[in-house]
């Protein structure tokens, strides 16, 4: 059994909470944001007259969840949906709508290598996204010789700042996190000092290779990777992290890192 920290933005009771308490650790839940849904005009227009499009491409789960609050099902089903990772795959079905395409690891770079196999020259293509969307898959497509429609589908909205006193040493025995986003809003949440102390202290689990590499740029190296790129493999990976006696003869104790007030 192992304590861990949850920074995804889901409920108490999300999706990731109930995978790792179903495998027996101890969850505490800090979302690194909130995601706020745009009813956007141009995204229902766009959605009305979907087979304009020849995709319609899904990068987050997120993204599947603002059309439905644009609307909810759609007629007007799109030729092509490609789809992003398990997760967001399974939430463009419950839309009722098929996957043509879903590459075999959850990236950006994937996902538009797996697309521009299929022949982008003169296509057009809807991709709702997050205001802040890295911009790797609009780009490769683009310069594959596609039209492509980006709408601001979703923000992330910054979350209170969690009041964090020293207390000792670390508090959890993994931090996890499913995307850079979850990077930065937990450094914000917290405070730079604790954050680096957190991270300093703590055996990091990432999702995807794009969240490893955001790691690797601030200087941590992931003791473990979601494999595969799912929830469930995330919550697997727990069992990959060193033992907590290994780690207490390295220096790390078992009082708490922080502490929320």
Wanted: charged share 20%.
């Amino acid at each position: 059994m192992a304590s861990v920290l949850v920074t995804r933005a889901e409920p108490r009771n999300g999706p990731l909470t109930r995978l790792l308490r179903a495998r027996g650790h101890v969850v505490t839940h800090w979302p690194a944001y909130r995601i706020v849904f745009l009813r956007s005009a141009r995204l229902r227009d766009a959605l009305r007259n979907a087979r304009r499009y020849d995709w319609i491409v899904f990068s987050s789960p997120h993204a599947v969840r603002a059309v439905q609050n644009c609307g909810g099902r759609f007629r007007a089903v799109p030729p092509r949906v490609a789809a992003i990772g398990a997760g967001t795959r399974r939430a463009v079905e419950t839309l009722g709508w098929r996957v043509h395409l879903s590459p075999a690891e959850a990236n950006a770079e994937s996902l538009a290598a797996a697309l521009i196999g299929k022949g982008m020259t003169g296509k057009k293509i809807l991709l709702p996204a997050s205001a802040i969307a890295l911009p790797t898959l609009g780009k490769r497509l683009t310069r594959a010789g596609a039209e492509v429609h980006s709408i601001t589908a979703y923000r992330l909205q910054s979350m209170p700042e969690l009041k964090i006193t020293a207390a000792g040493q670390r508090a959890f025995d993994a931090v996890t996190f499913t995307s850079p986003s979850t990077i930065a809003g937990l450094r914000d949440r917290m405070g730079m000092r604790a954050f680096r102390h957190l991270l300093a202290t703590t055996p990091v689990v990432a999702m995807g290779g794009t969240t490893a590499q955001a790691l690797r740029e601030i200087g941590v190296a992931p003791q473990a990777l979601a494999r595969p790129v799912t929830l469930e493999g995330l919550a697997d990976s727990i069992k990959r992290i060193s033992p907590p006696a290994q780690r207490a003869r390295g220096g790390h104790g078992k009082k708490p890192l922080v502490r929320a007030t």
